[in-house]
C-alpha cells in the first residue's frame, strides 16, 4: 500500500466536477482552491496570534510595515497605502485608529511641508515585535510536516504565482 498525500475536501470537489463536467479542465482547482482554503485558515491563525495583544489583522500589517521599515520606524501614508494594499482612504481611517490608540503618531515631513510621516511609537514597536513572534510560532507549526527542501521549493513556485500581481 502507497502512502500518498492525505485526502482533502479540494479533492472531493475536483473529482465531483470531473465527474459531472468531463468536458472541463479543472485542473487549476488542484491549486488554487487549496490557496484559498489555505488563505482562510491563515487568516484565522493570523487573527488568533494577534488577538493575545489586542491587535486587528490590520493593525498589524501597518504596524509591521513601520517596523520593518527600520529605524526612525516611519513612512509616508502614500507608502503604508502601496505596502498593505488599501485605499488612502482606508488608510487615513486606520491611522487615526492607530493614533488614538498611541501606537503611532504623525510627524510633519520634512522634505514635504504640506505632508506626514507616520511613526510608530515605542508602545507600538512593543506590540508588534510580541505579535510577530506569536505570529511565527504558528506559523511554524503550519509548516512542520514540510522539510525544509520542500518549504523552500513551495515558497519560490508560490513567489513565481504572484510575483507578476506585485508588478502590476
Known sequence: MTSGPPEDEV?????????????????PLEVLSRVTRLSRYLDRQRA????????????????????????????????LVTETLVTSGTMTNRIDRLAARGLVRRLPDPDDGRGVLVRLTPPGQELVDRAMASLLTRERALLADLSAGERATLALLLRRLVAPFDAR
Not at 16 to 22: F, L, T
Not at 58 to 67: G, H, P, Y
Open 11 to 27: 479533492g472531493r470537489l475536483v473529482a465531483a466536477w470531473r465527474r459531472e463536467r468531463p468536458d472541463l479542465d479543472v485542473a
Open 48 to 79: 488568533a496570534a494577534f488577538s493575545g495583544g489586542g491587535l486587528e489583522p490590520w493593525e498589524f500589517d501597518v504596524l509591521a510595515a513601520l517596523r520593518r521599515s527600520g529605524d526612525p520606524y516611519q513612512l509616508s501614508p502614500g507608502t
